[in-house]
C-alpha cells in the first residue's frame, strides 16, 4: 500500500503542464517567421515593391554606362545605412549620450566618473 502511494507520489510532476494550456500554434508560427528562408522571402519581397531599390538599380545602370559605376555603388551603400537608421519612440534615449537631452547618458554606459570611482576604490 505504501509503496503505491510512493508511486504516486514520484508520478506526480511538481510543475505539471497540460499539452492543451500550451500555444503551440503560434510558438510554431514564430519559429516559422525566424527561418532563413522565411527571412529571405520577405527580404525578396520588400525588394521587389520598394521603389528606392528600383531608383537606385537605375541610377546603378546609368551609372556603369557612364564610366562611375563604382562612385555611384558607395554612394548606394551609403544611402541603405541612412534609410536603414531607425528612428525613435517618444522618450527612448540614444545609445549615444551627445544625441540625448542634456547629453544625458543611458542606464548601465561607462563614464569617466564611474571609472574613477571604481579606480579609487581598489586597493592595490
Not at 508560427?29 to 522565411?38: A, F, I, M, Q, Y
Not at 521603389?51 to 537606385?56: A, D, K, V
Request: glycine share 6%; charged share 30%; hydrophobic share 35%.
Amino acid at each position: 500500500m505504501q509503496k503505491e502511494q510512493n508511486k504516486q507520489k514520484r508520478q506526480k510532476k511538481p510543475y505539471h503542464i497540460k499539452k492543451a494550456d500550451l500555444d503551440l500554434t503560434g510558438y510554431k508560427k514564430d519559429l516559422e517567421d525566424r527561418s532563413p528562408g522565411h527571412l529571405f522571402q520577405r527580404a525578396v519581397t520588400s525588394l521587389r515593391i520598394s521603389r528606392q531599390f528600383h531608383l537606385y538599380v537605375f541610377l546603378q545602370v546609368i551609372a556603369v554606362v557612364s564610366g562611375y559605376g563604382q562612385f555611384m555603388f558607395c554612394i548606394g551603400i551609403l544611402w541603405m545605412c541612412y534609410a536603414n537608421t531607425g528612428k525613435r519612440k517618444d522618450g527612448e534615449k540614444s545609445a549615444y549620450s551627445i544625441f540625448n537631452k542634456n547629453t544625458e547618458a543611458i542606464d548601465g554606459a561607462t563614464n569617466m566618473e564611474y571609472l574613477d570611482r571604481e579606480i579609487r576604490r581598489q586597493i592595490y
